[in-house]
């Protein structure tokens, strides 16, 4: 990654803060490119096949009650054709299949330390969420970039209900917003040639860690 790149990327900033929510009835906007976001000149993520855009794009998460029941979740284009493919519950394992089928990722999670370790194809680990997550609005990990071999960070905080960033390496790479109010779709706004498969796979995550944070407020007031 060059080193241009990088401080044009950082430049972004951040615009997340916690007094940046919507009403209810606040107006939402239409899908549109992801503005704002960069291109990174090398793929950025643990798959390169899924670092295919050069441009920053939007992605479309389904997330409906159903779904998150079931453990099923769907990344979309904008035209709503499904490029990704999640199913099983967290604590017993995710299959994480393109659209042929083919399985390109497998998470499971340690029933102790909640520790959630990703494997490719080939079992080589490749993502590590870290087990201290579980209890806030903020989202730790690391994975195996497929550039560098090299160990990185990547992060997400905020909240799923409202809005929250990703960040690799304290560089916003993208941002997780609803698609409308009423809608249980969420956009997922992703800089260019970022893994796609690596912010699907951190979404669920962070999906599940505020769904469980919601909870545990919710049984001790």
Not at 95 to 100: I, K, P, R, V
Not at 191 to 219: M, P, R, W
């Amino acid at each position: 990654m060059s080193k241009t790149a990088e401080v044009d990327f950082k430049d972004q900033g951040s615009t997340l803060s916690k007094d940046d929510t919507e009403p209810p009835n606040a107006e939402i906007p239409i899908l549109s490119s992801a503005s704002n976001l960069p291109t990174y000149p090398e793929p950025v993520g643990f798959e390169a096949r899924f670092c295919v855009s050069h441009e920053p794009r939007t992605l479309l998460m389904d997330t409906s009650r159903i779904n998150f029941i079931s453990g099923h979740y769907n990344l979309m284009d904008e035209e709503e054709n499904v490029l990704l493919k999640s199913d099983g519950k967290i604590g017993h394992g995710k299959s994480y299949t393109d659209e042929s089928g083919a399985e390109v990722l497998h998470t499971s999670t340690g029933i102790g330390n909640r520790k959630t370790v990703g494997k490719d194809p080939n079992g080589r680990e490749v993502f590590w969420v870290k087990p201290d997550n579980w209890g806030g609005y903020q989202f730790a990990a690391e994975y195996i970039d497929c550039t560098t071999q090299n160990r990185r960070s990547i992060t997400m905080k905020g909240n799923w209900r409202e809005k929250s960033e990703i960040h690799i390496d304290g560089s916003i790479v993208g941002r997780v917003t609803k698609e409308k109010f009423w809608s249980s779709k969420r956009r997922l706004e992703i800089a260019g040639n970022v893994d796609i498969l690596l912010v699907f796979a951190c979404a669920i995550c962070f999906k599940v860690l505020c769904d469980d944070t919601q909870a545990n407020y919710a049984a001790i007031t």
